[in-house]
């Protein structure tokens, strides 16, 4: 699918309007691939209102399979989406819907192809649930706008119950600007957001916190905002072409025009002005505009101006302050005093869960959250300062558990690697070296390369060096040669598998070639082997005979390079198949 979607996002930067998208939407490639991005996911285990997993379909003939999502595709009408509320921390709840299984592989297959378009249409500094974007390059722009334009007037907005109040009229008028004009794939998107919430009724408003396509469609909605903002200030055009903006910025601000800069991630956004009177005005208008242009208002309570040189602003977790530095005003960054106190909280958690069961598993997941939050607040100029912190906060609670440890140097090569400037008097909790709680450090946050794009040649190749030539041509072959004999899963793990072995056999190591190759279950289906990852491998088929052979003679293995590592496989692979290991002649 990937040249298609190259030539989408080349097409919709050139303004084209697409009005037969549905025909590439239910191509059997893109259903196939819809379920390659879907089966990993966490939420892929998760029940919708009929009670169905991916495991219910991923066990069909692929033929069946695609032919039966094209014909749903055909005479769409979701099913009910099941409504769960989870927690926040300030004692409310949010509610989020599930769609079911088959739901949620339709509005994948949507979002495969409505979302090159929508990238070739977006402004370049929205980050949220945009491909290879993240929280840490929206921190990196928060921090530039402040250390490098010098901008200390923050325009705080929040509103109020986005993802719960968006107009679908006007949702449905800004997808067809953006250029998709195929009324079938319309059709069906509308469908998706009056989808009838379980014990709710129909939505008549909003878009489903949990749907695979809400979080594009929510930024289709914003997109809109982010265009305004930039058009205030920062794309007016200039009478002199610049060869940088730093350039240009000096030009436009000898005029009279307000300077802003918006940097959003979702639905929380920040909008950088560089006095008080500028950010008041666009307060106002920001405040006017979202409620006349798409129907939202704003938190009062929530929504303010802060000036940073005096006060800290939130976004993501992180409080920013404007300090001084030499001659200049630097961004200085904490964990909010909200978010140091929930990691205490979920750590405290986690230790008690430990205190009663001491096993492993328990302290495996343990390590498992304080890598989570260290590689998280590591983005936080003075994450090292919060952590002691949280350290302090946690200590009385793992104190709790002097029974259940013992303190001394790190045996782990996993802790070694990650921390091993830490090796002094440490944790060890049922044979595994906790963590160090404090021993985060500051990983630099580095502003987003605009170049990088999954639907340009040379936007790929800066995120990912290409696959050896070899491998290619295997995949390749792969993709076009599917066995129609075997499962959905199985033929989409295989090739899973082969990336994975590099193209190489499981057993020798020796590099495959399409006439000698061949996909096994290490653990036959007969004797109950499933089409798991883990079960699959690729050998050569002079090895698979080796495999199955009841007795090999010297002659069988004449010509094979197989070393004591090779022969151990070997024989692990002909023990499941109920044949003698062999030795080494």
């Known amino acids: 699918m990937q040249e298609v979607f190259d030539q989408l996002y080349e097409n919709a930067g050139n303004n084209a309007k697409f009005t037969n998208l549905m025909q590439i939407i239910m191509s059997a490639e893109n259903i196939k691939l819809a379920y390659r991005n879907i089966k990993n996911n966490k939420g892929s285990a998760t029940k919708g209102t009929d009670g169905k997993t991916i495991r219910d379909y991923e066990r069909m003939n692929e033929e069946d399979f695609i032919y039966y999502f094209q014909s749903?595709?055909?005479?769409?009408?979701?099913?009910?989406?099941?409504?769960?509320?989870?927690?926040?921390?300030?004692?409310?709840?949010?509610?989020?819907?599930?769609?079911?299984?088959e739901d949620r592989i339709i509005q994948q297959c949507i979002k495969q192809v409505l979302e090159p378009i929508c990238e070739a249409k977006f402004y370049k500094h929205s980050y949220g649930f945009r491909p290879n974007r993240s929280t840490r390059h929206a921190v990196a722009r928060y921090a530039y706008l402040v250390n490098i334009m010098r901008l200390y007037y923050v325009v705080d907005v929040d509103i109020k119950g986005f993802f719960d109040n968006v107009n679908h009229a006007k949702l449905m008028k800004q997808l067809w600007t953006i250029g998709i004009r195929d009324k079938c794939v319309l059709s069906v998107i509308g469908k998706i957001l009056k989808s009838e919430i379980e014990g709710v009724g129909i939505a008549t408003k909003g878009v489903p916190q949990g749907g695979i396509i809400s979080p594009l469609l929510a930024n289709v909605v914003l997109n809109e905002l982010d265009w305004w903002i930039a058009n205030q200030w920062e794309n007016i055009p200039t009478r002199h072409e610049y060869k940088g903006t730093n350039h240009k910025y000096k030009a436009i601000r000898k005029t009279k025009l307000k300077e802003m800069h918006i940097v959003r991630y979702a639905d929380d956004f920040k909008i950088f002005c560089s006095n008080p009177k500028t950010a008041e005005k666009v307060l106002e208008a920001t405040k006017m505009w979202l409620k006349e242009r798409l129907g939202l208002e704003v938190s009062e309570e929530k929504t303010k101006i802060t000036y940073l040189k005096k006060n800290s602003s939130e976004f993501l977790g992180i409080k920013f302050k404007a300090v001084p530095k030499g001659k200049k005003y630097i961004a200085r960054s904490h964990i909010t005093e909200k978010n140091v106190n929930k990691v205490a909280?979920?750590?405290?958690?986690?230790?008690?869960?430990?205190?009663?069961?001491?096993?492993?598993?328990?302290?495996?997941?343990?390590?498992?959250?304080?890598?989570?939050?260290?590689?998280?607040?590591?983005?936080?100029?003075?994450?090292?300062?919060?952590?002691?912190?949280?350290?302090?906060?946690?200590?009385?609670?793992?104190?709790?558990?002097?029974?259940?440890?013992?303190?001394?140097?790190?045996?782990?090569?996993?802790?070694?690697?990650?921390?091993?400037k830490y090796t002094t008097n440490i944790y060890n909790i049922a044979g595994i070296d906790v963590f160090p709680l404090y021993g985060v450090?500051?990983?630099?946050?580095?502003?987003?390369?605009?170049?990088?794009?999954?639907?340009?040649?040379?936007?790929?190749?800066?995120?990912?060096?290409?696959?050896?030539?070899?491998?290619?041509?295997?995949?390749?072959?792969?993709?076009?040669?599917?066995?129609?004999?075997?499962t959905v899963k199985f033929n989409d793990n295989r090739i899973s598998k082969l990336a994975g072995q590099g193209g190489k056999s499981f057993i020798s190591g020796m590099k495959l070639d399409i006439e000698n190759m061949i996909c096994c279950r290490q653990l036959p289906k007969e004797k109950g082997g499933s089409d798991n990852y883990d079960n699959l491998m690729w050998?050569?088929?002079?090895?698979?005979?080796?495999?199955?052979?009841?007795?090999?003679?010297?002659?069988?293995?004449?010509?094979?390079?197989?070393?004591?590592?090779?022969?151990?496989?070997?024989?692990?692979?002909?023990?499941?198949?109920?044949?003698?290991?062999?030795?080494?002649?």
């Open 345 to 420: 909280e979920n750590l405290k958690k986690q230790i008690v869960a430990i205190q009663r069961h001491t096993v492993e598993n328990e302290v495996v997941k343990l390590n498992s959250i304080i890598l989570g939050v260290h590689n998280y607040y590591s983005m936080a100029t003075m994450c090292n300062i919060d952590f002691h912190k949280i350290n302090f906060l946690v200590k009385p609670t793992m104190n709790r558990l002097k029974k259940n440890y013992t303190r001394g140097q790190p045996t782990n090569q996993i802790y070694l690697k990650l921390y091993g």
């Open 72 to 101: 749903k595709m055909m005479n769409y009408n979701p099913k009910s989406v099941r409504r769960v509320e989870i927690p926040k921390p300030n004692g409310k709840k949010r509610p989020l819907g599930i769609p079911c299984m």
């Open 539 to 585: 050998i050569t088929k002079k090895e698979k005979e080796l495999i199955i052979k009841a007795e090999i003679t010297e002659q069988d293995l004449v010509g094979m390079e197989l070393d004591n590592k090779a022969i151990k496989r070997l024989n692990s692979l002909r023990l499941l198949v109920e044949n003698l290991p062999i030795q080494k002649m």
């Open 441 to 486: 450090v500051l990983k630099k946050t580095l502003s987003f390369k605009q170049e990088i794009c999954n639907y340009t040649k040379e936007g790929r190749n800066l995120i990912h060096s290409k696959l050896n030539d070899g491998l290619q041509i295997l995949m390749e072959y792969l993709l076009n040669n599917r066995d129609e004999n075997e």
